[in-house]
Structures are given as structure tokens and as C-alpha cells.
């Protein structure tokens, strides 16, 4: 069965860089895109971009260029999200999320808490 | 920058009817968009229970549709249960990029 298992929560302090993971498994990697999103403490959801089935490109709205990076590792069928100068309105829950092209979301991971703190 | 709007929130009683509207500031949704409607429960992760507008999953309530709707993308139930209270969020990708809505708490009482 799919599953997207996320690595556990981190504490940062500001300036700091932090790479997420996300474990993907009981599916081609390279047959659907992988989306991030995240959710500060009693907000809503805010896309942050995805990484296309080619593993090689990206694409990362105007907030968060420059400051973020989706990669992939096929030999481990890990997904990364890295995201630098870390301040505190990054402290949120982060999520990866599968699409199969045309919209398609499905499978989400259980969510990982990135607290940025002094 | 698109800015995607949703009712702030809403509420229906048991048993009733109710649709869920997202709208892009770039214009009408189309055929052409793609938009994904998201299901969260208080400390819960998101799930998705429309995707690619009117599509849904084997997850998905059969009392959950959508549609598009006077130039907006919509979320209808009907036959409102009392576990449907929660926050819905659209995802909408119109014009070359993915943005969440503010998000409807709908609230069932």
C-alpha cells in the first residue's frame, strides 16, 4: 500500500537551514509529482511547491524561491524538502503530498513539526 | 499573485445541504483548472476527498461532490453528518501554479 512516512520534528534557530524527509513507498516514484505544503500553528494550508516525476525539476512559487529546495534520492525512494534562513514564521507543520498529473492528490504523509525558535 | 477566496465559514444541520465555493482572482475556474478539495479535522493531517474538481476517492464520502459553479469550483454535501464538521480547504491551479484557500470551517449544528 502507499505510504508517505515524514522524518520527526526539528527545532531550529534562526538562520538555520533544515532538510526534511519523506519517505515514499508502494509506488513508482516516477510516475507522479511530490508536493509540499505547510500549516502554521492555526492557519490554513500554504503551498510551497513541488518536484516534477523527472526528479529534476521544480517548481516553487514566487514566496519561496531562493529559499527553498526539492530534491529526491531514487536509490532510497526518499523525498526532501530543504528550507534556509530559517525565521520564526517557518514554525509550522510541513507536509508532503503525491499527484499523479491532472490534479490527481492523494496520499499525503502524517506531517513534521519545524519549530524556529531563539 | 493569485489569491484564491473561500466562505470563511459556514454551518448547516444535520441531515442538510450545503456547497463550498473557491474562487480565483485571476478569473473564472474552468474545465481547464484543477482543483482539489482538502478535509481536516482538529489535530488531524489534510486528507483529500475531491481532486481534479469532480472526482473523488474511494475514501470520499458518497454524499461529497464537486463541481464547478458559476465560475468558482464547489464542494456540495448533502445529507450533512455530524463527523463532517471540520476545516475544508481548496487547492486550486488555474494559472500555472498551486494555491491554497483561506480555508471553510463548516460547522454542523
Known amino acids: 500500500q502507499v505510504q508517505l512516512v515524514q522524518s520527526g520534528a526539528e527545532v531550529k534557530t534562526p538562520g538555520a537551514s533544515v532538510k526534511l524527509s519523506c519517505k515514499a513507498s508502494g509506488y513508482t516514484l516516477t510516475s507522479y509529482y511530490m508536493h509540499w505544503v505547510r500549516q502554521a500553528p492555526g492557519q490554513g494550508l500554504e503551498w510551497m511547491g513541488l518536484l516534477r516525476p523527472s526528479g529534476d525539476s521544480t517548481l516553487y512559487p514566487q514566496k519561496f524561491r531562493g529559499r527553498v529546495t526539492m530534491t529526491r534520492d531514487t536509490s532510497t525512494s526518499t523525498f526532501y524538502m530543504e528550507l534556509s534562513s530559517l525565521r520564526s514564521e517557518d514554525t509550522a507543520v510541513y507536509y508532503c503530498?503525491?499527484?499523479?498529473?491532472?490534479?490527481?492528490?492523494?496520499?499525503w504523509g502524517q506531517g513534521t513539526l519545524l519549530t524556529v525558535s531563539s | 499573485q493569485t489569491v484564491v477566496t473561500q466562505e470563511p465559514s459556514l454551518t448547516v444541520s444535520p441531515g442538510g445541504t450545503v456547497t463550498l465555493t473557491c474562487a480565483s482572482s485571476t478569473g473564472a475556474v474552468t474545465s481547464a483548472c484543477f482543483a482539489n478539495w482538502f478535509q481536516q479535522k482538529p489535530g488531524q493531517a489534510p486528507r483529500v476527498v475531491i481532486y481534479s474538481t469532480t472526482n473523488k476517492h474511494s475514501w470520499t464520502p458518497a454524499r461529497f461532490s464537486g463541481s464547478l459553479l458559476g465560475g468558482k469550483a464547489a464542494l456540495t454535501l448533502s445529507g450533512v453528518q455530524p463527523e463532517d464538521e471540520a476545516d475544508f480547504y481548496c487547492l486550486l491551479f488555474c494559472s500555472g501554479t498551486w494555491v491554497f484557500g483561506g480555508g471553510t470551517r463548516l460547522t454542523v449544528l
Open positions: 503530498g503525491r499527484e499523479k498529473y491532472g490534479g490527481n492528490f492523494d496520499y
